[in-house]
């Protein structure tokens, strides 16, 4: 850097930078707790081979997983506990 260069602001390193308009991660959205219990209802519920269930998505693409997932029983057949959460 320059001698003259304007005094650089420090950025925690644990927070995701992402551009403007992109969308937020869960992780960044509702806290590593939040966003992870929210990851493991997904992974518990969902048939996917590689479903959307990481923290680093959007909390609305996991929970979007979810709900997908969970749509799938039919009228009167036991769902897992994780989708009545």
Do not use: F, H, W
């Not at 551009?19 to 518990?44: K, T």
């Not at 680093?56 to 506990?81: F, H, L, V």
């Amino acid at each position: 850097m320059p001698a003259d260069a304007p005094p650089q602001e420090e950025v925690d390193p644990a927070v995701i930078m992402a551009p403007v308009g992109a969308p937020v991660s869960c992780l960044n959205d509702i806290g590593a707790e939040a966003a992870q219990r929210l990851v493991d209802r997904c992974i518990a519920v969902s048939p996917a081979t590689r479903p959307p269930c990481n923290v680093a998505n959007p909390c609305e693409m996991i929970q979007g997983e979810i709900d997908r997932s969970c749509e799938q029983y039919a009228p009167g057949e036991a769902k897992p506990s994780e989708c009545a959460a």
